[in-house]
């Protein structure tokens, strides 16, 4: 299996290009992210097939393969440590099995892909496969999919000395096993980045800090295989964890509010929005949600959620309760980010859409009851308005568009993390 170090490429990269440090060649043929398609008489996205389900066993090096055309096992492969975080990688051939306990991230190609064949795409159903591209280095944490591309933050370590980094990956890097460019801090930090075309916002921890968080945005341009930072925003965010982009805006969440910044053209400008007076004591905003299309964004801060008006630049409760006595189960988003979809302690999925600023849409139940320790997990095809709830070793298939769930399948396994794979609609290529 090849092995790669973020310390031991960049001194690889530094003779030579990226490209040379990824000299295997891969099994499946990649291809490049696809094009508007050629209008040929055929709707190819009423041909997207319903993709494929990969599922972590509990406490077991294990992922699960299915089938969601008919909910079958396709494969079980073998990992080398058990799956901490699972991901889809930025067009979804990839399952991205995060090993932060172990420092690794391994991939497995999904077996669905499409290549450019004449006017069209042919898609392809193969036989899932552990990729032979391995990331080792400290912690990794953060992986932050943005259009084709995505983030992957390592956050070193304290005890040991081991410094933070950050790669970017693409389905074709993946292919390729090579980084796009990457990135090393002089200190460890539990940090992310948000990707804006050619550049990159990332986080800075001050050496000197008690915190592993960091407190300082920095802006990064890409150079190559490399990064060249280009600034250091004045505005602080100390405690900073989580981040999200709108169209407009690049946010981070701030242990005293948010940190906003505005791009125009290469011109980054940032504004503090405090934390409201209401917010109880000892609450942060953590983590970041919400839909590039809506400079509206959700934050979280342990059970309450708020919204986070970018533009009038102020932070409400986000009141998402339709009665009384209602607590979240989970949440998530659709998979074009329409929606988000909380799953209440009455077995109901709640639908708030994106375009009317996350208002209640409607409601669907699921189900009966819920166990009180039951904890769920959303998964949400991009290719068709399905869900997956896994819940206990049962998958609930919910069609959001019909409002109604359509099928069942059992486990015979402890189900962890899971994600989706396969062919998304031409909106995510």
Known sequence: MKKFNLKTLVIACAMT???????????????APTPAPIDDGHDHDDELGKGRLAIAEVDQAVIHVFDLENNSLVDSLTITNPAEYLYSSPENRYAVVVQRSFDSVEFIDGGVWQELHGDHYDQHSDDPELSSFTLNDVKPAHFVPRGDKAAVFFDGNKETGANAGL???????????KFIAEHHFDTYMHGTAEIRGEFVLTTLRDSNSESSLPENVALLETHGDHFHQEQVFATKCPALHGSFQTE????????????????????????KISNPIGMPEGARIGTLLGSKENNIMIGRAGTDFFLIDLAAQNISPFNWQQEDGLTRVTYAFDGHNEHMLILDNKGHLNLYSADSGWQFESSIEIFDTLAEDATPLIVSSKAHELVYIINGQEVTTVDLHEGMVVGHFDLDFIPGKATWLGIATEEEH
């Open 248 to 271: 407009d805006y690049i946010a981070f969440a701030c242990g005293d509010g948010i940190l906003s910044i505005e791009q125009q053209g290469n011109t980054f400008t940032e504004q």
């Open 167 to 177: 790669g970017l990956l693409s389905d074709e890097s993946i292919s390729e096993e």
């Open 17 to 31: 290009t990226l490209v040379a440090c990824g000299d295997s060649e891969t099994k499946i043929t990649e291809i």
